[in-house]
Nanobody, 126 residues
Framework: QVRLVESGGGLVQAGGSLRLSCAGSGRTFGTYAMGWFRQAPGRERDFVAAINWSGSSRNYADSVKGRFTISRDNAKNTVSLQMNSLKAEDSAIYYC???????????????????WGQGTQVTVSS
């Protein structure tokens, strides 16, 4: 079992930056692939970014490529999402997720992840 707690959300102007963090519990954190997803009102929970267990492989949704960067520190049981050049359409609740496998799915969806945090709100004002 892994418990995930997100932090770092908030209100930012368009063009600004935020860094989200996700702290995980448990000795197995370093063996799990991790992901970030987001959900805006009335929409599905959409994939944002994924990273494999070692950090050697990352993938991103097309909408955030070149602006967002996912990283992890297994010594600290954390995964982060650096978000730059934020747009109003990035506004959503952002969720951290863990997958009980080392590698990320080729086309990540919420259904391939096993543990979820409670989410953190990101609001980008235009």
């Amino acid at each position: 079992q892994v418990r995930l707690v997100e932090s770092g959300g908030g209100l930012v102007q368009a063009g600004g930056s935020l860094r989200l963090s996700c702290a995980g519990s448990g000795r197995t954190f370093g063996t799990y692939a991790m992901g970030w997803f987001r959900q805006a009102p009335g929409r599905e929970r959409d994939f944002v970014a994924a990273i494999n267990w070692s950090g050697s492989s990352r993938n991103y949704a097309d909408s955030v490529k070149g602006r967002f960067t996912i990283s992890r520190d297994n010594a600290k049981n954390t995964v982060s999402l650096q978000m730059n050049s934020l747009k109003a359409e990035d506004s959503a609740i952002y969720y951290c997720a863990a997958r009980r496998l080392r590698n990320s799915p080729d086309r990540p969806t919420q259904y391939e992840y096993d543990y979820w945090g409670q989410g953190t709100q990101v609001t980008v004002s235009s």
